[in-house]
């Protein structure tokens, strides 16, 4: 069983809806992560928080805003989001080291935009 | 442009073989190195790290790392049907640590 834990599993939203996706660690991780999955292609980057800073922004489209309110806590904030957005978001969670960063994923939420 | 290349596959062996599953990189400072199992509609599941060259031997899997040669390798011995699956190389990229996903070869093992 994954120690990040991911809700909502499945969100059908409209174009015009704001909704959260929102992600927990108790494994005392101090990085954690956001990536984006279409089918048949591996994760992408979207956004990584190290020590409840945001460290990388992949050039993710201002639709989608992250926030870290603390070291468990990660949230995907959605705002007016279009069909293409459409797909599984997959939280992740890991130490802070240079070698040795072994990544523990969750089991994502599926996101439908209607 | 780091990059993590794999077969996509399908690679289909019958069970009980020994499936092999390749993976070159391109970043030659790169530290750490996972694969990544995912079923169908879940999320990826971490099967193997390897950190230094050589083999590594978890049950079933042995990944093999060969840093002259950038090229890391997953096998899985005596392969069951429920070893069906995509299997993802990722290794760590960056300062941060993240990971830079190959595109995943598909394995298919036939009863």
């Known amino acids: 069983d994954t120690e990040v834990t991911q809700t909502p599993k499945h969100l059908v939203m409209g174009m015009t809806n704001k909704k959260s996706l929102k992600c927990e660690q108790h494994?005392?991780?101090?990085?954690m992560y956001w990536y984006k999955q279409k089918a048949k292609k591996p994760p992408e980057l979207m956004f990584v928080?190290?020590?409840?800073?945001?460290?990388i922004n992949e050039s993710v489209p201002s639709r989608f805003s992250p926030e870290c309110p603390n070291s468990s806590l990660l949230n995907l904030h959605l705002h007016a989001l279009q069909p293409e957005d459409s797909a599984l978001y997959l939280c992740?969670?890991?130490?802070?080291?240079?070698?040795?960063?072994?990544?523990?994923f969750g089991e994502g939420s599926w996101l439908t935009v209607v | 442009q780091k990059e993590v290349e794999q077969n996509s596959g399908p690679l289909s062996v019958p069970e009980g073989a020994i499936a092999s599953l390749n993976c070159t990189y391109s970043?030659?400072?790169?530290?750490?190195f996972f694969w990544y199992r995912q079923y169908s509609g879940k999320s990826p599941e971490l099967i193997m790290s390897?950190?230094?060259?050589g083999d590594k031997e978890d049950g079933r899997f042995t990944a093999q790392l060969n840093k002259a040669s950038q090229y890391v390798s997953l096998l899985i011995r005596d392969s069951q049907p429920s070893d069906s699956a995509t299997y993802l190389c990722?290794?760590?990229?960056?300062?941060?640590?993240?990971?830079?996903f190959g595109k995943g070869t598909k394995l298919s093992v036939k009863p």
């Open positions: 970043d030659r400072g790169s530290q750490s």
């Open positions: 990722a290794v760590t990229g960056g300062s941060q640590g993240n990971l830079i």
């Open positions: 928080y190290s020590y409840e800073k945001l460290s």
């Open positions: 390897i950190y230094s060259n």
């Open positions: 494994m005392g991780h101090r990085a």
């Open positions: 992740a969670s890991s130490q802070v080291r240079v070698t040795g960063n072994t990544i523990y």
